[in-house]
């Protein structure tokens, strides 16, 4: 059974930074592609940025270009989103999220792509 856990989601002021952690259990043997999503009240889901298994591949959203940064070490089973010089349109619920396709060598922000997903972490930036 593969579980998605996500930590690290809290109250920032705006301008400030927020570190999401995500570990993946249930995966051992097949190399996954990960994203982190958000979906803030009344608004649809959206792909903020994956990560390919190798590491060599990351997309990022146009609006948290510079300012996040995706990572992961495989050999913890985790996945890292920095989030630097949070803006107020970053409120939301995060989640992070596994996909096998492809075997890992690419990763997509289209949520579709994705079937382990974790509960979501909530982030709130106050101003």
């Known amino acids: 059974q593969v579980q998605v856990e996500e930590r690290g989601g809290g109250l920032v002021q705006t301008g400030g930074s927020l570190r999401l952690s995500c570990t993946v259990s249930?995966?051992?043997?097949?190399?996954?592609?990960m994203g982190w999503f958000r979906q803030a009240p009344g608004k649809e889901r959206e792909g903020v940025a994956c990560i390919n298994w190798s590491g060599s591949q990351t997309v990022y959203t146009d609006s948290v270009k510079g300012r996040f940064t995706i990572g992961r070490v495989n050999g913890v089973n985790t996945l890292y989103l920095q989030m630097n010089s949070l803006k107020s349109e970053d409120a939301a619920m995060y989640y992070c999220?596994?996909?096998?396709?492809?075997?890992?060598?690419?990763?997509?922000?289209?949520?579709?792509?994705?079937?382990?997903w974790g509960q979501g972490t909530q982030v709130t930036v106050s101003s």
């Open positions: 249930g995966l051992t043997f097949s190399p996954y592609a």
């Open positions: 999220a596994a996909m096998t396709k492809y075997s890992g060598r690419y990763c997509s922000l289209d949520s579709d792509e994705f079937p382990y």
